[in-house]
């Protein structure tokens, strides 16, 4: 099973900033099996990116997924307010589907 | 849009057989175009994907479950379901239900359920 690992643990950042999410695999695998997924408290995760790079119906363009083989990176340009959350990584290159630790982004 | 919503009890005893139902609104899943899917998260914990289960009943399980679990659908009522037996305290979780692509690319989840807290106590 590929093991995802994501960085920092937390992102202490300020609204307007950038920010930048690492997601690294244990094992080198197609950029176009990865997705990233944002989840606020109570709610369910929410798809932001797949093929690594795609945006989702509906996500605004300050988020961009970059990466190949082992090292994917979400960035998000300039913070809102509503972006402060936790961001999970996934693969579903492999027969079995896994995700990333998730990185936390707060409010600095 | 395509809705999806669980349904089930929130407190399983251990040795029990958890049982969940995910109704999906607004796709039919007799159309043979997306795998419906089961993830977990236990609380502080990175998500688990369970299984998924095609319109034909064809299924795959995680290996780290598949002893316990079975994923079932119910096409004439538009749901599926989760069944995991033997549960102990590590299966307390929120489960998620989840739409999936059929093809490899497009295997991500979209949307997802609002998810369903099961605690497994006595």
């Known amino acids: 099973e590929i093991v995802l690992t994501q960085s920092p643990g937390t992102l202490s950042l300020s609204p307007g900033e950038r920010a930048t999410l690492s997601c690294r695999a244990s094992?080198?695998?197609?950029?176009?099996?990865l997705a990233w997924y944002q989840q606020k408290p109570g709610q369910a995760p929410r798809l932001l990116i797949y093929g690594a790079s795609s945006r989702a119906t509906g996500i605004p363009d300050r988020f961009s997924g970059s990466g190949s083989g082992t090292d994917f990176t979400l960035t998000i340009s300039r913070l809102e307010p509503e972006d402060f959350a936790v961001y999970y990584c996934q693969q579903y290159g492999d027969s079995v589907l896994t995700f990333g630790g998730g990185t936390k982004v707060e409010i600095k | 849009q395509v809705q999806l919503q669980e349904s089930g009890p929130g407190l399983v005893k251990p040795s029990q057989t958890l049982s969940l139902t995910c109704i999906v609104s607004?796709?039919?899943?007799?159309?043979?175009?997306?795998?419906w899917t089961w993830i977990r998260q236990p609380a502080g914990k990175r998500l688990e994907w369970i299984g998924r289960?095609?319109?034909?009943?064809?299924?795959n399980y995680n290996p780290s479950l598949k002893s316990r679990v079975s994923i079932s659908v119910d096409t004439s009522k538009n749901q599926f379901s989760l069944k995991l037996s033997s549960v102990t305290a590590a299966d307390t979780a929120f489960y998620y239900c989840?739409?999936?692509?059929?093809?490899?690319?497009?295997?991500?989840?979209?949307?997802w359920g609002q998810g369903t807290q099961v605690t497994v106590s006595s």
């Open positions: 989840a739409r999936s692509g059929l093809f490899p690319e497009d295997n991500y989840f979209d949307p």
């Open positions: 094992q080198s695998f197609s950029s176009i099996y």
């Open positions: 289960i095609y319109s034909t009943g064809s299924t």
């Open positions: 607004g796709d039919s899943i007799s159309s043979r175009s997306h795998y």
